[in-house]
């Protein structure tokens, strides 16, 4: 059985259990909802709010480096400290998290393979007291990899000549739902996909238990779908977060090189006025 390309971009709940308390290690949650974190959470663990302080404040985009630099610094991050990130749904927000972190140039950081779901099956303890971290005087070293991200005038110009993947639900693809089943149907004007985009819904990718299918079996789901490591590609959902999941899957766990996500995804493309859209 294939091994994944780079098993240390996940920890186990059983690693990261005899871990909690290791100073080298900040456990940060972020969910989708974001009050789950005051209902329980790993022990240890702060909470970051995708809303209010992974995106800028005024432009519908993210932190650049220097606001990340600085969440890092408040969260007691410092150059030795890896942050394991985790969320609820398979990991959704924890994963699309990682991609920005990583966007952004800061590579220490691991996914809790399982996320809150496997932690919770496995009944490890939750606590609801919130630390407060000591504050660090870390700056982030990397460069921004602009080769992660995929803008629009790059999208347009490669319809057609690029794999792209649409990582939503088969209704969304289809232009019946333009959002989550659960979430209200608004954002995009039109509904439907990228003209030759291939559908692999972003869950597909993770067991019953949350943790992420085996390598052999993630290779299987994109080849089936006609999706190899042998061309670039560009994975979108509605804003990012579940093609971010893909992004993860494609590139840290598969290896396949020449993967980009395209964040604006439908809510910007399904919003353009005369690009090509597919029903």
């Not at 991200?149 to 347009?156: G, N």
């Not at 019953?208 to 085996?214: K, N």
Request: aromatic share 10%; with cysteine.
């Amino acid at each position: 059985m294939a091994e994944y390309v780079n098993p240390s971009v996940l920890i186990s709940d059983e690693e990261l259990e005899a871990k909690l308390g290791d100073p080298s290690i900040r456990v940060v949650e972020v969910d989708e909802d974001t009050s789950l974190y005051g209902k329980g959470h790993i022990p240890g663990a702060i909470a970051w709010n995708w809303k209010t302080e992974l995106h800028d404040p005024l432009r519908r985009d993210f932190i650049d480096q220097k606001q990340l630099a600085a969440l890092l610094k408040k969260s007691g991050v410092g150059a030795d400290t890896t942050v394991v990130l985790y969320a609820g749904n398979n990991n959704w927000f924890s994963a699309y998290t990682y991609w920005l972190l990583r966007y952004l140039g800061f590579d220490n950081a691991r996914l809790l393979n399982g996320g809150r779901k496997k932690w919770e099956l496995e009944s490890r303890e939750l606590v609801t007291d919130v630390p407060s971290p000591t504050a660090t005087d870390f700056t982030i070293k990397g460069k921004v990899h602009d080769d992660y991200r995929a803008l629009r005038d790059e999208v347009l110009k490669k319809v057609g000549k690029v794999q792209f993947v649409d990582v939503r639900s088969p209704e969304e693809y289809r232009g019946e739902l333009l959002a989550p089943a659960h979430l209200p149907q608004e954002q995009a004007q039109v509904p439907g996909h990228i003209p030759g985009a291939s559908n692999i819904p972003w869950s597909k990718a993770a067991a019953e238990d949350g943790t992420f299918r085996s390598a052999d079996e993630l290779k299987e789901l994109y080849a089936d779908a006609g999706v190899g490591g042998d061309k670039p590609i560009i994975a979108y959902c509605r804003i990012g977060e579940r093609s971010s999941h893909s992004w993860f899957v494609l590139t840290q766990l598969l290896g396949y090189g020449n993967v980009k996500n395209y964040d604006g995804s439908w809510t910007e493309y399904g919003s353009l006025v005369g690009v090509p859209v597919e029903r």
